[in-house]
T-cell receptor
Framework: EDKVVQSPLSLVVHEGDTVTLNCSYEVTNFRSLLWYKQEKKAPTFLFMLTSSGIEKKSGRLSSILDKKELFSILNITATQTGDSAVYLCAVRANTGNQFYFGTGTSLTVIP | NAGVTQTPKFRILKIGQSMTLQCTQDMNHNYMYWYRQDPGMGLKLIYYSVGAGITDKGEVPNGYNVSRSTTEDFPLRLELAAPSQTSVYFC????????????FGQGTRLTVV
């Protein structure tokens, strides 16, 4: 059965800390892995990863994929209160048109 | 561009009532999806569509129906609402190129009492 597992489930840090969020997957015929940030409403897209070892970076956020070990990490450096959100990982397979979502990691950044 | 628009934003239904959640997108995306999100759980796929006239079941289709008569619209129908259908519903769409992300609507919070 295809599945995506995220850890930790929740995390509380202080502003300025660095955090690492994990996503492991077991999906047949992997095509891509996506990270989304969900605040109060709709998930918003952060990164899409298709190749191992190539880091995607956007400001203080970065992500990398390891297709051999079947996981990805999302790093956030110098966290700010605005980073507080649920971070969702989704994996898309080559077959079918579905995205398999993890349960998310709830990040709370306190001043 | 409005992107993906869902209506209504909130709704309370009584057990056994029916309703349609509307979803429309103006990006000419062929692929559209309906998800439900329960507290502490990930997004579960209800139904999806790869183009007008084509729909398929996802992980949790029971109790729901969909139609796709146009590229823009993908309504989700609940025929006999049950408390287990209390959830937040998200509609999403994406282009049909190889690697594209999904764009989400703002969600519909449905409570069945």
């Amino acid at each position: 059965e295809d599945k995506v597992v995220q850890s930790p489930l929740s995390l509380v840090v202080h502003e300025g800390d660095t955090v690492t969020l994990n996503c492991s997957y077991e999906v047949t015929n992997f095509r891509s892995l996506l990270w989304y940030k969900q605040e109060k409403k709709a998930p918003t897209f952060l990164f899409m990863l298709t190749s191992s070892g190539i880091e995607k970076k956007s400001g203080r956020l970065s992500s990398i994929l390891d297709k051999k070990e079947l996981f990805s990490i999302l790093n956030i450096t110098a966290t700010q209160t605005g980073d507080s959100a649920v971070y969702l990982c989704a994996v898309r397979a080559n077959t079918g048109n579905q995205f398999y979502f993890g349960t998310g990691t709830s990040l709370t950044v306190i001043p | 561009n409005a992107g993906v628009t869902q209506t209504p934003k909130f709704r309370i239904l009584k057990i056994g009532q029916s309703m349609t959640l509307q979803c429309t997108q103006d990006m000419n995306h062929n692929y559209m999806y309906w998800y439900r999100q329960d507290p502490g759980m990930g997004l579960k796929l209800i139904y999806y569509s790869v183009g007008a006239g084509i729909t398929d079941k996802g992980e949790v289709p029971n109790g729901y129906n969909v139609s796709r008569s146009t590229t823009e619209d993908f309504p989700l129908r609940l025929e006999l609402a049950a408390p287990s259908q209390t959830s937040v519903y998200f509609c999403a769409s994406r282009w049909d190129r190889l690697n594209t992300e999904a764009f989400f609507g703002q969600g519909t919070r449905l409570t069945v009492v």
